[in-house]
């Protein structure tokens, strides 16, 4: 594999085109991301919604699954930091 599985550092990595990262309806508000994850490795928390609609939360996970979370279940996976 070219990046040897890893997701990139930052959602403004050049490969990216576009705008991935910012949310649907809401220009210039980024979706949180965590760098340094793999796909080869667990299922981790890879990006999620930003608290504007409401304490249900969208998250994608490094397998490419998604559900939803609440504001402090997604908390408490990113060792209690405060995400957007």
Not at 12 to 25: C, I, T
Not at 52 to 71: C, H, K, N, Q
Request: glycine residues 16%; without cysteine; charged residues 25%.
């Amino acid at each position: 594999m070219k990046h040897d599985g890893r997701f990139p550092e930052s959602l403004d990595a050049p490969q990216l085109e576009g705008r991935p990262h910012d949310v649907l309806g809401a220009p210039g508000l980024p979706y949180g991301y965590v760098p340094g994850r793999a796909a080869n490795g667990p299922a981790e928390l890879l990006a999620f919604e930003p608290d504007l609609f409401g304490d249900s939360r969208l998250v994608l996970r490094t397998d490419g699954t998604l559900e939803v979370l609440s504001g402090s279940e997604i908390r408490q996976m990113l060792g209690g930091e405060d995400g957007p």
